[in-house]
Structure formats: structure tokens, C-alpha cells
């Protein structure tokens, strides 16, 4: 049976192709190459352009900018330690709460008096040193008296060439889970400042970031490790002075409460006095960035040059920093190509102390593989039930879906879910589908178009070409019309004939016939030397087919007639003698098997089935009925046009009970009104009445029945005597 016309033409390894395709998305997945990583990265970076981070209103983080203005008041850098403990008293005495320098001072004050006079003689030295008195002082030293009057925080640099300087560690450092330094990379060498200035601060932290492939900054880490040793960013450090608490609590996987279920997952967060800041894995932070602002930042000339307000500063976290290009402190970010590393660690505060993270949860790994699957399989399903077209639609509304909903939950709660590889795998997929299933279509349309387009007509052509899916190549039970066309007494016509005369007429033959049948959307089936089968309602659904089969048989009985007269005049003018060329032709209706018949090597779309034998015993009837047509009752009754008329009852073999036919009349033809009363008298065995209403008829009788009405005078004239208990009124052609 054929499956239903819904379902589509899949072939069997197309579901094990997907699923090999699954398999090698989720693998390309997890061994992450680092184009993913990259492109996963821009993602994150457009969500960032389209929904930057606001404003913080009454930011509670200043900085304090080493700008080109600074530089031209008080002098190329860096400054005489002097004017830095300038600096800082200051914003000590305007009540900062944190004094964080994002500079370092690994090398002693070349302006101080000491190294001034560092090539005298010592005597010398020390005579000119106490001459000096306060003036001689060394800079260094009132730079770190200045750090110890004040919550000060100094930069240190973690590098990768090993030192036995230790990391000056000014917290404690409390553990909750897991061992985290397994997920921190670990440094053996620091830079640090002079001892004096790290002594004298309140603390110290690191100021690398672990870049990505593009030297652009999106995640800051808060935790590393120096020679094993866990060590606190300068930002960390700035919270904890700032807070006065002295110990760091570290969370990490399997924590009280934290949801590892076991599994060692990385950090979780790190607590800060009151603060709790949530971490990826590596102890890192991501950081939802905005456009810098230069005017927010105070130049450093301002701050030296007069009494800072304290209503700027009172409460603050001041971050001194340099923003000169010239100083070469700059740093790439998602929204800006260059701004002062600074204005980096500004935004990383803000966005602790508001508490509006960005966070890539544990879980959005697998959310983001499923997703893919998801598009993988909706794909999947539509690729061979859909055209391409539609599928495009279907691609486009999963890429919109999945980018949008990744931006809703970046813009509404904070979240970083990569829509890239969900993208990415559904549009691999869909373009190797569609490009698959529509050159899978392309091919069956060029097989369509090879195997119909000699047997149907250009229209049919098209319209299978355009749906391919309605036609059932593997064979289907239809109700179809079938015509079979045969030139009568052929051999008789093909022994006056040479063989190349014989071919010049059976083509001049078939060909109009052909032409006729293609013209009413009618379908080719064989040929079958001087005859022709075809076929109506396959391969596409025509509800009239019927009454296009009668169409087309009237019109070839048309067409016969000039091909009669064409044929005459050609053999008088050759000097030969001429008989008009008579065909029958047998129309039925009913259910066959139609498709592609035939071996594995070749096969042909034709129809079988009792039907069709019936429209060949019909078409073999009509010459015993003198007629050139003879149709079926179902064929009548499908065409509707009322121009048929009763020829009597037949027994046909292998049927049982008797099959009324009928034949159709010229246009504007119309039979005599006693046909039928002389049928119904004949079939019911009243003889004398039908012999009277015969006699009657045979005198008006159009052309088209003069010659039945002489088969049921032959018939008549041996039936008289038979008694009607055995008479059934049925013509049976094996009868003898």
C-alpha cells in the first residue's frame, strides 16, 4: 500500500545521518576549539554594544587620573616621591576609605637627596645630609610615612621568571570547599615595591588579567597564585581596606551549600568584609562594561593644587592611575579599543559594590548543547517535509530565537549564554539538509520530467515538477480512466505496405493520437504497435477524469476522419486504391494499481488492474457492435455530458453478472427516441416487439448507429425462436 500523503520520502539512512551528526556537534563541543571560544567571546562582546552597563549613580569610586594636563603642571614621570606623598595626604585628609595606586614604585626616588649624593664620599654625604635637616630627608621615606597615615593599597606584578621576593600578603585567607588553588594559575616570580613603601601600605594586590586571544579584557581574575600561595587582585585588596575586614572567605566547589553534588567544579565566590562577589570557576569576574567617560576622572594637578572636597572623596575608593597614552597603560575592552587600565579596575568596583554582575552559571554548557540538539532535530524534521524556502524561514526564526533569548537573559538577568554554537550547529545542519533534500528534489524532478514528459502533457509536466511529493513512484491503488485505442484489421492495412511505409504510417497514426491524449492532461501508458493505451487521474489528481477521456476519444474520432481524408487524397493522387482506416477505442473506470512497474533495471509508470483489461474487452467489443466507441457505465456516468447512449449488455470475461455499455454520439447528435424502448424489449425477450421498434429504427437511424442497429438485426434474426426462460439479453462474445 502507499504510505499517506502527509508522510514524507525519507530515505532510511537519513535519521542514522543525523544522528551521527549530533554525535559530532556534541564532540566538537566539548573539546572547545578556540575559534568557538572566540566567537563565543564576540557574542558576549555584542550583547555588551547593544546593552552596555548604566551609569552608577553616586559611585562610591574615584579616580584620580595621571593625565597629559598632570604631566605638563607638575613634570614628566614619575614623580618626586614627595609629590606622591603629597598626593596621598590629601586624599587621606578628604576622608578616601582606600587609596589604591595602579602604579608601581619598585625603584628608589632619583630626585631624593641620598641619590643625589650618592657619588659623594660618605663623610661627605652625611655632613651635607644633616645639613640639609628636613630638606634631607629621603623622599622615599615621607612617601611611606604618608601610606601608613593612610588606607593605602600597592600594585604588585605576578610574571613567570622565578624571584624569592614573597607576595606581601596583608589578609588572611579562610577556605570553604575544594582546594581553589588547583583552578588559579599559579606565578613563581612577583614585582614588587620598594620594602619601605610595602611595609608601610595597608595592602597589596596583583594587577595582571589572563587576556584572551584578542588582548581584550572581558574577565578580571580576583584570585591567583604566587609559588603556591594564594594572592588577592589590587581591586580585592581595594575592597577589603576599604571595609577594613582582614580575612578573604573562599568558596569553592562541594562548599557548605554550594551545589557541586560532588563534582569539582572551581570557585564559587569570594566574601569581603560585607560583599560577597561571584566567581567563574578560575576565580575570575566578568565585567559588564561601559563607554569611558574621561571627564569623570579628577586630574591629578587638581588634587595637588588644591584641598580636594571632601564631599567627593569622603568614603571613597580612590584609584590612582595613569591615563596619558604616552605612560602606556591602555587596555582593549567589548566597547572601547583603548582605555587606561585604571578605568578598568573603576568598573570592576562599580559593578561589585552595585552587586549587578554578569555570570556564566555552571549549567550553560549543557543548556547551550541542548539547545543545539533542539535546532539539530526541529531542522531535521522539517528538512524533507518542507522546500526550502520554508526551511530558510524555519532556520532564520531559531537563530532570531536563540540570539534573542540570549540577549534577554544577558540584559534582564545578568546572564552569558553563547548563542553562537547553537547557531552554528543549526545552520550547518539546515544548510546541508536543505542543500541535500532540495538536490534530492532537483533529481526527481529531472526523473520526472525524463519519464513524463513524451506521455503527458507540459502542464502535468510542471505541476509534478513543482510537487513531486504527489506523485507515488512506489505504486499506489487509484480510480483512474483508461483509453485503449487499436487500428482495426492492421494486418490486412500492413501487407500492402513496405516496412519504411508501414513506419511513416503507424507515426502519422500515433502521433496526432498521442498529441490528443497529451493535449486533455492524459498519460501515455505504452504503446503497443498499432494501438495505444493511456491513462487519466495518475500521476496527478484530475476529479474530471473521466469526461477528459471522453473528450479525448471524441476529438481522436475527429481527428481520424481528416487523417481518412488526408490519406484518400494522397492515394489517388499516387494512382492507388484507398480504405478509410477504422479504429475502435474502449473508455473505462475503475480502481487500478499505477506506478512505476517493471524490474530493478527498468520499469515504466503504467496502471494494471481489472480495469484496464475491461477498457481493452470494450475496445474489442466495439467492432462486434459496428461502433468505434464503447465506454463502461462508470465511464457515462464520470463524463456527465449526456452525449452517450445505451449499446446494450455484454458478459465480459472473468466479470461476473452482465456490464451495460455505451457509445457516444456525434456533437448535436441524439438518438432516436424508440433506442431505448426497442433495448428494453430486446433484453427482455419480447422479440416481435423489438423486430417492429428495429424495422422503425433502421429507417431514421443516424450514422453513428446504423451499424449497431444492423449487429442487433443479425442478432435479432438468430434469437427469434429462443423462449424466454432463456434469453437473458446479454451479449457474451464466448458464447458460441
Not at 605576578?158 to 600578603?169: I, V
Not at 432516436?672 to 429507417?699: M, W
Amino acid at each position: 500500500m502507499a504510505r499517506a500523503a502527509s508522510e514524507p520520502n525519507i530515505p532510511r539512512y537519513y535519521w542514522p545521518a543525523v544522528a551521527l551528526f549530533v554525535l559530532l556537534t556534541a564532540a566538537v563541543f566539548y573539546l572547545r576549539p578556540p575559534l568557538l571560544v572566540s566567537l563565543r567571546h564576540l557574542a558576549f562582546d555584542a550583547y555588551q554594544h547593544a546593552a552596555p552597563a548604566a551609569r552608577l549613580p553616586e559611585s562610591p569610586i574615584r579616580v584620580v587620573q595621571i593625565d597629559e594636563a598632570s604631566l605638563a603642571r607638575v613634570g614628566q614621570w614619575p614623580w618626586p616621591r614627595t609629590t606622591m606623598a603629597a598626593l596621598t595626604q590629601k586624599l587621606g585628609e578628604a576622608g578616601a576609605a582606600a587609596i589604591v595606586f595602579d602604579v608601581m614604585f619598585a625603584e628608589p626616588d632619583r630626585t631624593s637627596p641620598e641619590q643625589i649624593l650618592a657619588d659623594a664620599a660618605p663623610r661627605r654625604r652625611a655632613a651635607l645630609l644633616r645639613a640639609l635637616g628636613r630638606a634631607g630627608e629621603s623622599h622615599d621615606a615621607r612617601f611611606a610615612a604618608a601610606l601608613a597615615r593612610t588606607p593605602s593599597v600597592l600594585a604588585a606584578s605576578l610574571h613567570d621568571q622565578p624571584t624569592d621576593t614573597p607576595f606581601p600578603m596583608r589578609a588572611g585567607m579562610a577556605l570553604n570547599g575544594d582546594d581553589p588553588g588547583r583552578y588559579l594559575r599559579d606565578y613563581p616570580g612577583v614585582a614588587t615595591n620598594l620594602p619601605a613603601l610595602t611595609d608601610a601600605a595597608a595592602g597589596a594586590g596583583f594587577i595582571n588579567w589572563l587576556p584572551d586571544g584578542d588582548q581584550v579584557v572581558r574577565r578580571i581574575p580576583l584570585l591567583l597564585r604566587h609559588n603556591g600561595e594564594i594572592a588577592p587582585s589590587l581591586s580585592l585588596e581595594a575592597l577589603r581596606v576599604a571595609t577594613g575586614a582582614s580575612t578573604y572567605v573562599v568558596r569553592a566547589a562541594n562548599a557548605n551549600g554550594a551545589r557541586a553534588f560532588g563534582a569539582h567544579s572551581g570557585l564559587d565566590s569570594i566574601r569581603v568584609g560585607p560583599l560577597t562577589i561571584p566567581t567563574d570557576a578560575e576565580g575570575q569576574v566578568w565585567v559588564r562594561f561601559r563607554h569611558h567617560d574621561s571627564s569623570e576622572a579628577v586630574p591629578a594637578w587638581r588634587v595637588l593644587e588644591n584641598a580636594p572636597d571632601r564631599n567627593s572623596f569622603d568614603g571613597t575608593i580612590v584609584l590612582i592611575g595613569a591615563t596619558a597614552p604616552g605612560l602606556m597603560d591602555l587596555r582593549a575592552t567589548p566597547l572601547d579599543a583603548s582605555i587606561p587600565g585604571v578605568e578598568v579596575h573603576r568598573q570592576l568596583l562599580e559593578q561589585i559594590v552595585s552587586g549587578r554582575f554578569l555570570s556564566r552559571p555552571d549549567y550553560a554548557p549543557g543548556v547551550e548543547l541542548l539547545a543545539a540538539l533542539i535546532a539539530i532535530l526541529a531542522l531535521a524534521f522539517a528538512a524533507p517535509r518542507f522546500r526550502p524556502p520554508t526551511n530558510a524561514a524555519i532556520g532564520a526564526g531559531l537563530v532570531v530565537a536563540l540570539w534573542g533569548a540570549g540577549f534577554l537573559l544577558f540584559r534582564q538577568a545578568g546572564y552569558l549564554f553563547d548563542p553562537v554554537f547553537p547557531t552554528l550547529a543549526a545552520l550547518i545542519f539546515g544548510a546541508g539538509a536543505t542543500t541535500y533534500f532540495y538536490q534530492r528534489a532537483e533529481h526527481q524532478r529531472a526523473t520526472i520530467r525524463r519519464a513524463f514528459s513524451q506521455y503527458v502533457a507540459p502542464s502535468v509536466v510542471r505541476e509534478l515538477t513543482a510537487h513531486p511529493e504527489r506523485l507515488k513512484l512506489g505504486g499506489e491503488v487509484r480510480q483512474l480512466t483508461i483509453l485503449v485505442c487499436d487500428i482495426r484489421d492492421f494486418s490486412a492495412i500492413a501487407e500492402r505496405m513496405s516496412a519504411e511505409e508501414l513506419t511513416s504510417f503507424i507515426n502519422g497514426f500515433l502521433t496526432p493520437l498521442s498529441d490528443i491524449i497529451i493535449e486533455n492532461d492524459g498519460t501515455i501508458d505504452k504503446y503497443m504497435g498499432d494501438a495505444v493505451m493511456a491513462f487519466w487521474n495518475a500521476p496527478i489528481d484530475q476529479p474530471d477524469h473521466a469526461e477528459r477521456a471522453c473528450r479525448a476519444a471524441r476529438a481522436i474520432m475527429a481527428r481520424l476522419a481528416e487523417l481518412n481524408r488526408q490519406w484518400r487524397a494522397e492515394a489517388e493522387a499516387a494512382g492507388r486504391s484507398f480504405n478509410d482506416v477504422q479504429i475502435g477505442i474502449g473508455l473505462n473506470t475503475g480502481e487500478c494499481c499505477v506506478g512505476n512497474l517493471g524490474s530493478e533495471r527498468r520499469f515504466d509508470y503504467s496502471a494494471i488492474g481489472d480495469a484496464v483489461n475491461i477498457a481493452s474487452r470494450l475496445e474489442g467489443l466495439s467492432k462486434i457492435y459496428g461502433l468505434t466507441l464503447l465506454a463502461s457505465e462508470q465511464t457515462m456516468q464520470g463524463a456527465g455530458d449526456g452525449g452517450f447512449v445505451e449499446a446494450g449488455l455484454v458478459r465480459l470475461k472473468g466479470r461476473h453478472g452482465a456490464t451495460r455499455v455505451f457509445t457516444a454520439l456525434a456533437p448535436g447528435a441524439a438518438a432516436p427516441p424508440q433506442h431505448s424502448t426497442f433495448l428494453d424489449a430486446f433484453q427482455a425477450g419480447r422479440f416481435g416487439e423489438a423486430d417492429a421498434q428495429l424495422a422503425a429504427l433502421q429507417s431514421e437511424a443516424p450514422a453513428d448507429l446504423e451499424r449497431l442497429y444492423r449487429h442487433y438485426r443479425a442478432r435479432l434474426d438468430l434469437v427469434q425462436d429462443t423462449p424466454p426462460s432463456d434469453w437473458d439479453g446479454v451479449y457474451d462474445p464466448d458464447r458460441k
